[in-house]
């Protein structure tokens, strides 16, 4: 598991000797202060030889991972995504930002198949205006909240784990989502009706495995977001979806990710 390292006293070229390291993630203070996260893979022995420092210096203690430990930084920082600015909550923001507070919940925006999914929720929005959105497997809350703050009148988000309902109701308070943003800790099967927009952000399994009951709550050529989906099985993902009457609309990619835009055909 990666590690934070600290040093009190580095020397000018220290930032890039890490980062030609492998480090996940660097920061520099004043009087020569310096941390980074580590993968594990790097010791404190080599980076002590890579900086010409005692291993003694160098203060090792245990790094914080965001995204169910797929992302790993120093601290939550604002990130823009097309128009969408996430800012954590101890930092000010501006009107229309979304503010997240700092827990583990997956989707803190850093994540690609987050981002993928705020790229397709924008041009979604857009294109067509959507008066309501279903949110599947929504984490800390921050796709639905996006989309409220992209003009979508209402939003129903929802998720099985118990931790991330408790962050996603944090952050709908957080961000004043009042009665526009329903929080349910349920699966797509134990609700009724549809949606103009449906978005799911989670693994390939379960989107195969999701994928009949997902399709009813997509509404009149409706449009269906899924993302979480490693580049190598997208094509099977896309299979089953078009067996059940969904056209692509597009695919977008980053980092080995892809999120797939479909489009009910009835």
Request: glycine share 12%; no cysteine; hydrophobic share 50%.
């Given at each position: 598991m990666p590690y934070r390292i600290d040093l009190s006293d580095a020397r000018g070229d220290a930032l890039d000797r890490l980062i030609e390291l492998g480090a996940?993630?660097?920061?520099?203070?004043?009087?020569?202060?310096?941390?980074?996260?580590?993968?594990?893979?790097?010791?404190p022995e080599r980076i002590a030889h890579a900086l010409g420092a005692a291993v003694d210096d160098i203060a090792v203690s245990r790094a914080q991972g965001r995204d169910a430990d797929s992302v790993w930084i120093l601290d939550p920082h604002p990130i823009q995504i097309g128009s969408i600015r996430i800012v954590p909550a101890r930092m000010p923001a501006a009107p229309?930002?979304?503010?997240?507070?700092?827990a583990p919940a997956f989707g803190t925006g850093l994540h690609p198949?987050?981002?993928?999914c705020l790229e397709a929720l924008?041009?979604?929005?857009?294109?067509?205006?959507?008066?309501?959105l279903l949110d599947v497997g929504t984490g800390?809350?921050?796709?639905?909240?996006a989309a409220l703050?992209?003009?979508?009148?209402?939003?129903?988000?929802?998720d099985i784990d118990d931790d991330a309902m408790r962050v996603a109701m944090e952050n709908a308070r957080l961000n004043?989502?009042?009665?526009?943003?329903?929080?349910?800790?349920?699966?797509?099967?134990?609700?009724?009706?549809?949606?103009?927009?449906?978005l799911a952000n989670v693994l390939a399994a379960p989107?195969?495995?999701?994928?009949?009951v997902l399709v009813r709550r997509i509404g009149h050529h409706g449009r269906l977001v899924l993302s979480g989906i490693p580049a190598s099985v997208e094509p099977d993902v896309h299979a089953v979806y078009r067996r059940l009457g969904l056209q692509r609309l597009g695919v977008k990619s980053r980092r080995g990710w892809v999120a797939i835009v479909l489009q009910a055909s009835w």
């Open positions: 996940l993630d660097v920061e520099s203070s004043s009087a020569r202060r310096v941390a980074a996260v580590m993968p594990d893979g790097v010791t229309g930002a979304v503010r997240l507070v700092d198949t987050t981002a993928l924008e041009e979604a929005v857009q294109g067509g205006s959507p008066d309501s800390s809350g921050v796709l639905a909240l703050m992209l003009g979508v009148p209402r939003a129903v988000a929802i004043g989502a009042g009665e526009r943003l329903q929080l349910a800790r349920a699966g797509p099967e134990a609700l009724a009706g549809t949606w103009p927009l449906v989107l195969i495995e999701m994928a009949p």
